[in-house]
């Protein structure tokens, strides 16, 4: 009866030979595996919106551009997402669109204010405007309201973060310039990084107690001026309670359940002058997610 014993060995000897020889099998003929823990992102960036045609350019649309361009995302199957839906898919697995889409409008320019929100309250698309505090404050003291050249107020910004069409996010307190010897909020050269991080969390936290201050409400998503970062950034903001970063840089997304996919994430910007149709036939022609 002793025999008996060495049953169960050689059980599992044959098991472990058995799935050994299966994945060899399989290894030979081997078909990727779709990741389906994933979905793509497009996010497209507006600056200003001016009813003059004649002023239209790089970064200068219409508001019937963006009418046309909400109208042309969704007879194209695409869903508009928040940024919190996408920060809920990434941290706590809720649903996301296959085909998400996400507006973005940088700068806080009153024309956002003027002709934009109109136009998502009537087509129930949402998006994100993003803030630069200086800006802010100095068309706040003037109290200044222009659609042609001039930027939100804090009764404005106040009125976004009520707004259940529009997230505000943080485009930094005074780092949207080119005469000060910085690219945005990206470190210079001569700079150690401690020095770097004292600078960048100093702006950072400046323009999130004005939000504070001013509304009651900071935001959670930093918008990088002209794209340009510093990847160490990252961490700092996360710090800080950032839960999202948006770039310049072009492609889409790919939005995972870590959390780091949140960050840099791609846009492709909107210029004026052409139209809706050509925009999106020239990004989404063999469209492919980034990785």
């Known amino acids: 009866m ?14 472990i030979a058995a799935a050994a020889l299966t994945n060899h099998m399989r290894g030979i003929n081997a078909v990727p595996v779709l990741d ?34 909400i109208d042309y995302l969704k007879n194209n199957g695409y869903t ?26 940088d700068d806080g320019n009153y024309n956002f204010y003027s002709y934009v929100v109109p136009i ?35 009764s404005e910004v106040y009125d976004m973060f009520l707004s ?23 470190k210079n050269k001569n700079e150690s990084m401690d020095e770097y991080k004292q600078i960048f969390v100093s702006d950072t936290e400046k323009a999130q107690n004005r939000f504070m201050t001013k509304t009651g409400f900071t935001p959670v998503i930093y918008t990088y001026p002209f794209g340009a970062y510093t990847e160490e950034t990252t961490q700092w903001l996360k710090d800080m309670g950032f839960k999202l970063t948006l770039g310049c840089t072009e492609g889409i997304n790919r939005i995972t359940h870590d959390t780091n996919s949140l960050f840099f994430l791609k846009r492709y910007n909107r210029p004026g002058g052409i139209s809706t149709e ?4 020239e990004i989404l022609s063999g469209q492919s ?3």
């Open 80 to 105: 508009f997402v928040s940024a919190q839906e996408v920060i809920d898919y990434s941290e706590n697995s809720t649903g996301l669109p296959d085909k998400a889409a996400m507006l973005t409008f």
């Open 120 to 154: 998502l309250e009537q087509t129930g698309a949402n998006a994100v405007v993003s803030v630069v505090g200086r800006y802010t404050d100095e068309f706040s003291e003037s109290n200044i309201k222009n659609a042609s050249y001039g930027y939100m107020r804090w």
């Open 2 to 15: 002793k025999p008996r014993k060495f049953l169960p060995l050689l059980v599992l000897i044959f098991s």
């Open 36 to 69: 389906t823990d994933s979905k793509d992102l497009i996010i497209i960036m507006y600056h200003s919106v001016l009813k003059d045609t004649s002023r239209t350019g790089k970064y200068v649309v219409t508001p019937d551009n963006v009418k046309q361009d």
């Open 278 to 281: 050509q925009f999106f036939s």
């Open 164 to 186: 259940n069409r529009v997230e505000v996010g943080n485009h930094s307190y005074d780092f949207h310039s080119t005469d000060k010897g910085r690219n945005g909020s990206m």
């Open 289 to 291: 997610s980034s990785s």
